[in-house]
């Protein structure tokens, strides 16, 4: 079965070892997040996020955490083993995408990038690519 990522719930679609998932940060994955960024609250974890200066560790939490919010079985050690296409730059895009359909305007227009055929997994045409559903939805 296919399914659109839903921008209105937050939802994106990456490729990640060749395979197209659906990922989303769910009010879960936030407290996941929360917990393991040290915050107390949703306004400091945007916060830590306004600021762009993400590591290596930040990306794989965040790219775990919308994995699992979206039904995927994956472990922040799994994420560590994973590929994306673009590599590091790839992978920052993905978090930089998450996090803007989370806190920056999940039902705003989308952005020029979606609107064109540039996101990844997308077939031509597509504005957005089709992805499995998640086993657990």
Do not use: Y
């Not at 395979?19 to 994955?29: D, Y």
């Not at 960024?37 to 775990?64: H, M, W």
Request: glycine residues 12%; proline residues 4%; contains cysteine.
């Amino acid at each position: 079965m296919r399914v659109h990522p839903n921008r209105h719930r937050g939802e994106i679609a990456a490729r990640l070892d060749g395979e197209v998932r659906l990922m989303c940060l769910t009010l879960g994955a936030l407290a996941e997040l929360e917990t393991a960024f040290g915050v107390a609250n949703l306004a400091e974890l945007a916060e830590r996020f306004e600021t762009g200066k993400l590591s290596a560790g930040d990306i794989i939490r965040i790219v775990g955490a919308g994995l699992r919010g979206a039904g995927n079985i994956a472990t922040d050690e799994d994420v560590a083993q994973m590929s994306a296409e673009g590599g590091v730059a790839g992978f920052a895009r993905i978090t930089a995408e998450l996090l803007w359909a989370t806190f920056g305007g999940a039902a705003s227009e989308p952005n020029e990038q979606t609107e064109t055929n540039q996101q990844p997994g997308n077939r031509e045409g597509d504005a957005n690519p089709h992805v499995p559903q998640a086993a657990s939805r």
